[in-house]
């Protein structure tokens, strides 16, 4: 499968999966699937599968890296050596170093990190299979383990990408679009405060281009917001509303 | 980690946006005087140094030959590191490079592989076997604030300035000749970086302004005005309508600069 | 100026609650004139102060909650302890000795040591120290008896029951004496093992179904079965 394939668009205006322009993948999400973590969240985004897991408020260890007067969120985005076409080296590459950065800066908006001074929140990120928008993915599990853990947040942040491929702007890139297409911009966003807390691009695109991407990721992000509620809700479902105990 | 700056500080910067001003005098969307000059490392193929205001950043250039990425076995290979030098800032410390290098090489990278500022393929010497491999070192030596775009801007500088070594193919082996050629560019990418404080957006952000932004917003452009890389950073966020206004008021720096540095 | 959800609605994270005149109350947040909820919980109204009952959250120390915890670590002066919070809790020598702490002659480790239980009072914390806890009062104390069990701390009201009726069942079926921690931390003693394994079956389902209605006479019906079930094997 190493031929770049010639048109990622055909004439009925279907993609190489059988996708519209505008068309996301299928998501699918669970939450709360790790007994060990505070919290945890799984997720299938087309074929991507990606593992969640925040372990806190707690202790930081070392202690220096503490702040006196707030949380510290650290986050670790990791690909398994499996997860893609060519084994990947276990050791983190340049590559996962940055993206545990922006990941993390897309998620800190998010916590409420100045209830829980001196303490640290780790959020760990496994990519068990890649195929594209594996940072989108990923940000969407890591905001519900960090719900899950029962960290307060203003608000859940969700992420998806758009790009171009063959001259026309569409939504949520796989693997094969992402790499022969002519731009990819990621987006993670929290949809009740209309924040954008993450954005990238590479390739090349008309500034008219770029804000069409733009909006329709955050139209993708909507979306998938909505799952990613009910995943959370799912959780914790009441069976019935009653509840015996008076508020005491 | 960053050294500790005044609560009295961070409100003296806040009102100051809040009035259009900034400490040094500058207007919210004006760059620091800005130097450069080429050639100055003689043993690098290609060398540059940026001063941005009191942040400087020297780009050194190295061309070797080596083999091709199997994906593109036509295209030389540009990879592109940077070194957060200890004597620049008491908060750098040695070792590896860690996210902060890693994060700013790789925006630096980027800008100048999606613009397509070195013509890779003219650096192919045997198809498959064997190219040129452009190292471009990003080595920041004083910190005073916007590394992404002294840094940048170096880098463009220095590959301008860089020369590949001739060579001829004797009995299918590479043998280095006498003289030089120019790198084979088709591109200079401009990049800017915007700060955001309190919902204002400045530009070429310094020192203490970066401790007080919440977040920052860079994209690179080329001649065209087209974008070719984008990278939000720091713990704040931005709205739809602030990055519009953004890209908008970067793309006007972009052409400023481009004019000023007459790529 | 209205509220966006119905009575006990189960809310999510930046999920809008109310816009206007609204106090935001627990688990939730105000932005704007609006409230939003900060946790997932079930979401409630009452004299205009919006509050969210959290379904996960984690214990944060307050002065005045009895807690039991284990300690960690035999320290100079006093222990480290763990109270299942984002904070671990000292436990000064003065609290515990009756007399003077003199660091040369005393053995701390000789009165509490790494694995042992207390039951104790949070006597101080605020942002910038770790609780400090006490064990000066009756009641509280090294535990040298029975078995703990945790469970979320906003579990701990469903436990106790409507005026105590779920921990006095509980009390009754099994003999058990059980001590609540308000940090999700339960001791249960009892005359044997077994009836220590049955009062902590009972709590560990209160836990997984504490959302549900009827709650009470499920677990007292389960005890009874149980309690039937050790009685045939007996007699076998």
Redesign the interface.
């Given at each position: 499968m190493?031929e770049k394939p010639e048109k990622l668009i055909d004439k009925k205006g279907l993609r190489l999966d059988g996708r519209k322009v505008d068309e996301l993948r299928p998501v699918k999400i669970e939450v709360g699937i790790l007994s060990n973590a505070d919290g945890s969240a799984y997720i299938e985004h087309g074929k991507n599968k990606i593992l969640a897991a925040a372990f806190g408020p707690r202790e930081m260890h070392p202690k220096h890296l503490s702040q006196p007067d707030r949380m510290v969120l650290r986050c670790r985005y990791h690909m398994a050596p499996f997860s893609v076409g060519e084994r990947k080296s276990p050791a983190p590459s340049?590559?996962e170093?940055?993206l545990?950065?922006?990941i993390r800066?897309s998620l800190?908006?998010s916590v409420f990190l100045e209830y829980y001074p001196r303490t640290g929140v780790d959020v760990f990120i496994e990519v068990l299979q890649a195929d594209g928008g594996t940072r989108c993915a990923s940000i969407t599990a890591a905001a519900l383990a960090l719900a899950d853990a029962g960290i307060p947040m203003r608000d859940l942040v969700v992420a998806c990408a758009a790009g171009k491929i063959d001259d026309t702007v569409v939504l949520d890139l796989f693997d094969t679009e992402d790499k022969v297409g002519c731009a990819d911009?990621p987006v993670a966003f929290?949809p009740n405060?209309?924040?954008?807390?993450?954005?990238?691009?590479?390739?090349?695109?008309?500034?008219a281009e770029?804000?069409k991407a733009?909006?329709m990721a955050?139209e993708g992000c909507k979306k998938i917001y909505e799952i990613q509620k009910e995943a959370l809700k799912t959780k914790y479902m009441l069976i019935q509303a009653e509840e015996e105990v008076e508020e005491e | 980690m960053s050294s500790l700056i005044t609560r009295v500080r961070i409100r003296q910067i806040e009102q100051l946006v809040e009035k259009g001003k900034r400490l040094d005098a500058r207007g919210l969307v004006d760059y620091r005087e800005i130097k450069v000059e080429q050639g100055v490392i003689e043993k690098a193929e290609g060398s540059a140094r940026v001063l941005l205001g009191k942040t400087e950043v020297l780009v050194g250039v190295k061309v070797e030959t080596g083999t091709p990425f199997s994906?593109t076995p036509n295209n030389g290979v540009l990879t592109v590191n940077a070194e957060l030098v200890p004597l620049a800032s008491p908060n750098f410390e040695p070792g590896p490079?860690d996210?902060?290098s890693?994060?700013l090489?790789?925006i630096v990278d980027?800008g100048i592989?999606?613009?397509q500022a070195i013509d890779t393929e003219k650096l192919c010497i045997e198809a498959g076997k064997k190219v040129f491999v452009v190292f471009v070192d990003v080595y920041v030596l004083n910190h005073d604030g916007n590394l992404i775009d002294a840094s940048a801007l170096a880098a463009v500088a220095a590959l301008m300035n860089t020369k590949m070594p001739n060579y001829e193919i004797k009995d299918g082996e590479v043998v280095i000749k006498q003289g030089y050629t120019q790198l084979p560019m088709k591109s200079h990418p401009i990049t800017v970086t915007l700060g955001k404080i309190n919902n204002k957006l400045i530009v070429d952000p310094w020192l203490e302004e970066e401790q007080v932004m919440d977040?920052r917003?860079t994209m690179a452009f080329?001649e065209e005005?087209?974008?070719?890389?984008?990278?939000?950073?720091?713990?704040?966020?931005?709205?739809?309508q602030q990055?519009?206004e953004g890209?908008?008021l970067a793309?006007e720096k972009a052409a400023e600069l481009r004019k000023k540095m007459k790529w | 100026m209205p509220t966006y959800f119905e009575k006990k609605q189960l809310v999510t994270p930046g999920e809008l609650l109310a816009e206007g005149e609204y106090m935001a109350g627990s688990n939730t947040y105000a932005e704007n004139k609006k409230v939003y909820a900060s946790r997932i919980g079930l979401a409630n109204c009452d004299n205009k102060r919006v509050d969210v009952v959290a379904l996960r959250s984690f214990y944060f120390p307050k002065v005045g909650d009895m807690v039991i915890g284990t300690v960690i670590e035999v320290g100079f002066s006093g222990w480290t302890v763990d109270i299942k919070a984002p904070y671990t809790a000292l436990l000064r020598a003065s609290d515990v000795l009756s007399r003077p702490f003199k660091p040369q002659n005393d053995e701390l480790s000789q009165v509490l040591s790494g694995g042992d239980l207390i039951v104790a009072k949070i006597a101080s914390y605020d942002r910038t120290h770790d609780p400090q806890l006490t064990v000066g009062e009756p009641g509280l104390g090294k535990i040298t008896r029975g078995q703990i069990t945790k469970v979320t701390p906003s579990k701990i009201p469903r436990v106790i029951g409507r005026k105590g009726s779920m921990i006095s069942m509980i009390k009754q079926e099994t003999g058990c004496q059980i001590i609540l921690g308000l940090n999700g931390v339960i001791l249960v003693t009892g005359k044997s093992p077994d009836d220590e394994d049955l009062a902590m079956a009972a709590i560990q389902k209160i836990e997984s179904e504490s959302h549900t209605s009827g709650l009470t006479d499920r677990v007292t019906q389960f005890l009874k079965e149980e309690k039937a079930k050790v009685e045939e094997n007996k007699n076998e």
């Amino acid at each position: 499968m190493n031929e770049k394939p010639e048109k990622l668009i055909d004439k009925k205006g279907l993609r190489l999966d059988g996708r519209k322009v505008d068309e996301l993948r299928p998501v699918k999400i669970e939450v709360g699937i790790l007994s060990n973590a505070d919290g945890s969240a799984y997720i299938e985004h087309g074929k991507n599968k990606i593992l969640a897991a925040a372990f806190g408020p707690r202790e930081m260890h070392p202690k220096h890296l503490s702040q006196p007067d707030r949380m510290v969120l650290r986050c670790r985005y990791h690909m398994a050596p499996f997860s893609v076409g060519e084994r990947k080296s276990p050791a983190p590459s340049r590559r996962e170093i940055e993206l545990s950065k922006v990941i993390r800066e897309s998620l800190e908006p998010s916590v409420f990190l100045e209830y829980y001074p001196r303490t640290g929140v780790d959020v760990f990120i496994e990519v068990l299979q890649a195929d594209g928008g594996t940072r989108c993915a990923s940000i969407t599990a890591a905001a519900l383990a960090l719900a899950d853990a029962g960290i307060p947040m203003r608000d859940l942040v969700v992420a998806c990408a758009a790009g171009k491929i063959d001259d026309t702007v569409v939504l949520d890139l796989f693997d094969t679009e992402d790499k022969v297409g002519c731009a990819d911009v990621p987006v993670a966003f929290m949809p009740n405060l209309n924040a954008v807390t993450l954005l990238q691009m590479d390739g090349i695109l008309k500034p008219a281009e770029f804000e069409k991407a733009v909006n329709m990721a955050i139209e993708g992000c909507k979306k998938i917001y909505e799952i990613q509620k009910e995943a959370l809700k799912t959780k914790y479902m009441l069976i019935q509303a009653e509840e015996e105990v008076e508020e005491e | 980690m960053s050294s500790l700056i005044t609560r009295v500080r961070i409100r003296q910067i806040e009102q100051l946006v809040e009035k259009g001003k900034r400490l040094d005098a500058r207007g919210l969307v004006d760059y620091r005087e800005i130097k450069v000059e080429q050639g100055v490392i003689e043993k690098a193929e290609g060398s540059a140094r940026v001063l941005l205001g009191k942040t400087e950043v020297l780009v050194g250039v190295k061309v070797e030959t080596g083999t091709p990425f199997s994906d593109t076995p036509n295209n030389g290979v540009l990879t592109v590191n940077a070194e957060l030098v200890p004597l620049a800032s008491p908060n750098f410390e040695p070792g590896p490079p860690d996210e902060n290098s890693i994060e700013l090489a790789r925006i630096v990278d980027r800008g100048i592989r999606e613009s397509q500022a070195i013509d890779t393929e003219k650096l192919c010497i045997e198809a498959g076997k064997k190219v040129f491999v452009v190292f471009v070192d990003v080595y920041v030596l004083n910190h005073d604030g916007n590394l992404i775009d002294a840094s940048a801007l170096a880098a463009v500088a220095a590959l301008m300035n860089t020369k590949m070594p001739n060579y001829e193919i004797k009995d299918g082996e590479v043998v280095i000749k006498q003289g030089y050629t120019q790198l084979p560019m088709k591109s200079h990418p401009i990049t800017v970086t915007l700060g955001k404080i309190n919902n204002k957006l400045i530009v070429d952000p310094w020192l203490e302004e970066e401790q007080v932004m919440d977040s920052r917003l860079t994209m690179a452009f080329n001649e065209e005005g087209n974008i070719c890389a984008t990278q939000k950073g720091g713990s704040g966020y931005f709205t739809q309508q602030q990055i519009s206004e953004g890209m908008k008021l970067a793309q006007e720096k972009a052409a400023e600069l481009r004019k000023k540095m007459k790529w | 100026m209205p509220t966006y959800f119905e009575k006990k609605q189960l809310v999510t994270p930046g999920e809008l609650l109310a816009e206007g005149e609204y106090m935001a109350g627990s688990n939730t947040y105000a932005e704007n004139k609006k409230v939003y909820a900060s946790r997932i919980g079930l979401a409630n109204c009452d004299n205009k102060r919006v509050d969210v009952v959290a379904l996960r959250s984690f214990y944060f120390p307050k002065v005045g909650d009895m807690v039991i915890g284990t300690v960690i670590e035999v320290g100079f002066s006093g222990w480290t302890v763990d109270i299942k919070a984002p904070y671990t809790a000292l436990l000064r020598a003065s609290d515990v000795l009756s007399r003077p702490f003199k660091p040369q002659n005393d053995e701390l480790s000789q009165v509490l040591s790494g694995g042992d239980l207390i039951v104790a009072k949070i006597a101080s914390y605020d942002r910038t120290h770790d609780p400090q806890l006490t064990v000066g009062e009756p009641g509280l104390g090294k535990i040298t008896r029975g078995q703990i069990t945790k469970v979320t701390p906003s579990k701990i009201p469903r436990v106790i029951g409507r005026k105590g009726s779920m921990i006095s069942m509980i009390k009754q079926e099994t003999g058990c004496q059980i001590i609540l921690g308000l940090n999700g931390v339960i001791l249960v003693t009892g005359k044997s093992p077994d009836d220590e394994d049955l009062a902590m079956a009972a709590i560990q389902k209160i836990e997984s179904e504490s959302h549900t209605s009827g709650l009470t006479d499920r677990v007292t019906q389960f005890l009874k079965e149980e309690k039937a079930k050790v009685e045939e094997n007996k007699n076998e």
